[in-house]
């Protein structure tokens, strides 16, 4: 299936070397203006060859045994999905991952560019920053940062110390025909109380689910996530106090959602993205004779997602919460 | 919605305090025989009262400063979803957490044993064990343990030593009336290739949104994980190997999928539960009327859900793995 | 998918000669009162024996040609779903029609009785009445009776004489163990402007889909239906006129529906049904082995469906109009 | 909701005025080869043009009593469904019908075809054809003419004779600047056993929904239909005969379906159309401002729909099919 969401649905289209790609947007509310300029911009934030980091050169993928370059289509490359994909469809195109590629998550950023020109109308902002790449990880919380700043470096993330030192590495990685993972956070701010459901479609299940479908993502956790999972609930537990014309909480633990419903503090989450699998190394790996071989791709290539995965976290999230914002919308009086 | 499961569907009903709870079972194939024996099994691992970690006592919450049971309906329990049920619907059962509690978890482990009877036709699997409570982590890989010892004590930890360890913690903090958080790890053995799909359907992203929507639940990682972020492709890649009728990997560091499909090697991940939110200690809240007040939960309770939790993180990976199954031969010929 | 419905959902379980038939209602908004003698009213228009009509006592079907009611396993009755059942499943409820039995419309009432608690806070009624049996049509246009008076009579036909004449026609049928169709009409008072959507979601799609669920329906019309395809367009464009308020229209041929959403007018729709399969009469058949047979229905049974369809007619309306109802909601300021 | 299908899915876009009209397909198998061509020809007999009875010459509607295309803004077309659109989203392009365009069933026509040349591998074929315009309505049953010659004439009627009557009054009726409605009747042959649900997903409910999507159908019926509403049980049901290898119906009055579920058996139905609601004379309505006008279209235009619409109804009964017989791959061995 490939489409996204219930009642704000994307539906995307096309493969990484197909004639296109592109994307349906379904279930828009009438009558918000298309800011085309603010959609280009988060695609700008996407694209390939921002800075350094981040290259728009084609990667190549030879089979160094033969080098032939059509005898890739007989040659899969390790943990990527090229094994997965012929085995369930019994055909794949050997130039690229297809459906699988991030190329895909184009669509995703547009989608959620015409989420966030709603959200934006209710307050609603939603903000990723690179957290972590490699052992290499931004301290502190994210009320510690200036989260605007994270546009300033290529790395996005808030604080330029930082920024710099995950740089380095990047670049150092890259020279070594290496890659590296790490980790995006993500805070949605201005939320009202209601969202989400309390059994299967949990608002935190929801947005689990969208991050999990960004290529590269192999974790999600929210509030305390992990780290909570050692603590006692007397750590945890947030405690009302009274507020101006209702309640509030002291502290914001739980990450902003009590039994699968925003309560209406800062929804916070972090996502975690492996190394990208594509090296600039000999590997060794198998065709599909079962025979084996040795793959090394060529040209230059992002040695970590994670700047340029930073607004496809943000899309994710925006559309996930305009979702819930419009299913809410039921059972408001 | 109350339902979960696209092809294979369980849609459950009922509140924790209401007169029954339940759920239907839609989409299972015919000739599959019930075992009533297995599925009554299930229910045991789950229920309360097992041991001395888990009772059967119902917790009662007490307004401490009224004294008064009643004036439990105007008072939000800390970390509840009182609050944010109140706010979404107007209305709530104030003897529990209505459809938010973890009660409903009871007609989730019914669905499950009805997915691992067809399952366990194919010869798929599915272990979960507690593998942390509170700082106690249980060392090394699965593959270290005899999983099948797990059942063979009440924290359902397949390393005795390790168990024992953590059900002195939990009955230490259930004597200081508090609760503790910890991580059950799950592993699915004997996957066909080719479940899942490539963009928003990816079997990882399914699995992380069954785990997310249940009770308490923090967080997800498969594969490398959250640990692998720190890490480089070179690291993590897994090299295919030639194998006797195919291809294998060398390793599994991948989680068994690549691009979001199976790919026949075992699948693994962990899941984050926070500390319980009912304390048998008093804790500062807020009532209706927004007056500061004191809530102390009275009675024996769970200090520690994880033991109990272990069916339930088996029964929605079940679920989920049958729904791709049935999904998936769609797709075969 | 034993599902209906997107937002407002039934989830119906339970075979004709299983141990309980029942059903999950998904998607009530909190807080409306539920009226238990008025769901048990809509019951008792559905439940058999309520007059000489409608029978209550079961049907038995045999062999003729063994006398042996155990080999009924062995036969498939004509023009029910004995056959396709069996062939789509490998298995059936010989003892009747399993999912296939009407009996799975009690569940259908009850959720129909729900929306109709919900419609009537809002001003919308739903209201069906037979309209044919055999060759006696009730004359003229709903607007010409009084339909309240269709309870009136067992026929549920709001003119009394046009009753009597098909009460006749049912018993004279049933005393020749033959059975006889009609046709049910249904007209829905009430509805605002904008329920429904303009491609595959249109209103009429819906209801017909609704219509086209339930046992022995063979057809669906709204408006003019079938009769205008003969007419030109210059008769059948409802003209609009200015209104206090807004505007209205001179006539309304279109059937409340224009472009797939409700304009404000009434919504008017006819449902055809077959005679019921069951005669009480010797049938050729073949047996499971494809050998030659007889079949003869034993006992009292009901000659016409169409008095206690007309129950069934406006639950499925009820929930398919509550249903876009809500759906609405997502697009209202 | 713009998509079609569950598993074979169809997400139309776009507005008759708007830059593009498009659609996305999912769920279609991999390695069925695209024919171009045969989708191109399926395209060709719903387009504008092919005939004197069908103009691509594009109408244009003008607000007769100020003569100013703009004010066409202002002025609701009778029996359009601009009110009930402008109601709806507070928006709409006055130009033409946007989403409500019959221009939006051009990617219903691809969608068919697609599911076309996966159906005709299997040997399942979708014919429709012109049975009624007006009062001119072609006799007997399907069986009796060659259904191939239907697209030797205009009309798309089998019959040549008749196809002229109706030409004729087509022709007719535009010189009075009027419009004919009309029915159109399918036979889909080659089916297997099994196709379709027992309750709410019937067979013939989906393939109603199907027809009742689109634009100006008012009616549907299978099988006997209506007509047979007058019938008893002993004229209706479809007895059963010894076949080699199995099973067969001595009749097939069920049209093709019984239980919901597919026998084997031709599915046949029909579907009415109303007369198109654009006339080329002058039609009193109210505009915007509630004050009474009239509306004159100009230039020429289809004065009836059903030649073109044939292919549509293919296109959407093809859709139906193939979505049913993939799911029911599920359920099968």
Redesign the interface.
């Known amino acids: 299936?490939?489409?996204?969401g219930t009642?704000f649905?994307l539906?995307?289209?096309g493969e990484s070397h197909g004639e296109a790609i592109g994307g349906?947007i379904?279930?828009m509310?009438?009558?918000i203006a298309v800011d085309m300029d603010f959609i280009q911009a988060q695609l700008d934030r996407r694209r390939p060859g921002q800075s350094n980091l981040t290259t728009s050169r084609i990667v190549r993928n030879e089979n160094q045994r033969s080098g032939d370059y059509d005898n890739m289509r007989d040659v899969?490359r390790?943990?990527?999905?090229d094994?997965?994909?012929q085995?369930?469809?019994?055909?794949r195109d050997h130039r690229g991952?297809?459906?699988?590629s991030a190329r895909?998550t184009i669509s995703r950023v547009v989608g959620g560019a015409f989420a966030m020109l709603y959200l934006r109308e209710m307050g609603i902002t939603v903000e990723a920053w690179t957290s972590?790449v490699?052992?290499i990880v931004l301290e502190g919380d994210y009320k510690d940062y200036n989260l605007a700043r994270r546009e300033e470096n290529a790395v996005r993330c808030p604080d330029g110390e930082t920024a710099r030192r995950m740089a380095d590495l990047i670049l150092e990685?890259q020279k070594e025909g290496?890659?590296?993972?790490?980790?995006i956070s993500c805070v949605i701010k201005g939320l009202p109380?209601?969202l989400?459901?309390?059994?299967?479609?949990?608002l935190?299940?929801?947005l689990?689910?969208?991050m999990?479908?960004i290529n590269a993502v192999?974790?999600?956790?929210?509030?305390?996530?992990?780290a909570?999972?050692?603590?006692?609930?007397?750590?945890?537990?947030?405690?009302?106090?009274?507020?101006p014309g209702?309640?509030t909480v002291a502290t914001n633990r739980?990450?902003g959602?009590?039994?699968?419903?925003?309560?209406g503090q800062d929804v916070y989450f972090?996502v975690?993205?492996?190394?990208?699998?594509?090296?600039l190394?000999e590997?060794?790996?198998?065709d599909v004779n079962?025979?084996?071989t040795v793959l090394k791709a060529r040209g230059r290539h992002d040695a970590c997602v994670l700047p340029r995965a930073v607004p496809v976290v943000e899309a994710m999230a925006a559309m996930t919460i305009m979702d819930n914002v419009?299913?809410?919308?039921?059972?408001?009086n």
Request: no cysteine; glycine share 18%; hydrophobic share 30%.
């Open positions: 299936m490939n489409t996204f009642i649905r539906t995307t289209f349906v379904d279930g509310p009438a009558r899969f390790p943990s990527h999905a094994y997965t994909y085995q369930k469809w019994g055909i991952g297809g459906r699988s895909e972590q490699g052992p990685v290496d890659t590296v993972g790490g980790v109380v209601g989400g459901e309390p059994a299967f479609g949990k935190h299940a929801r689990g689910a969208a999990l479908s192999k974790g999600f956790e929210y509030g305390r996530g992990f909570g999972a050692a603590e006692r609930g007397s750590q945890q537990n947030d405690l009302y106090e009274p507020a209702g309640i739980s990450g959602i009590q039994g699968g419903i925003s309560n972090r975690a993205f492996k190394p990208v699998a594509t090296l190394r590997q060794e790996t198998v079962g025979e084996k419009l299913q809410n919308k039921i059972w408001q």
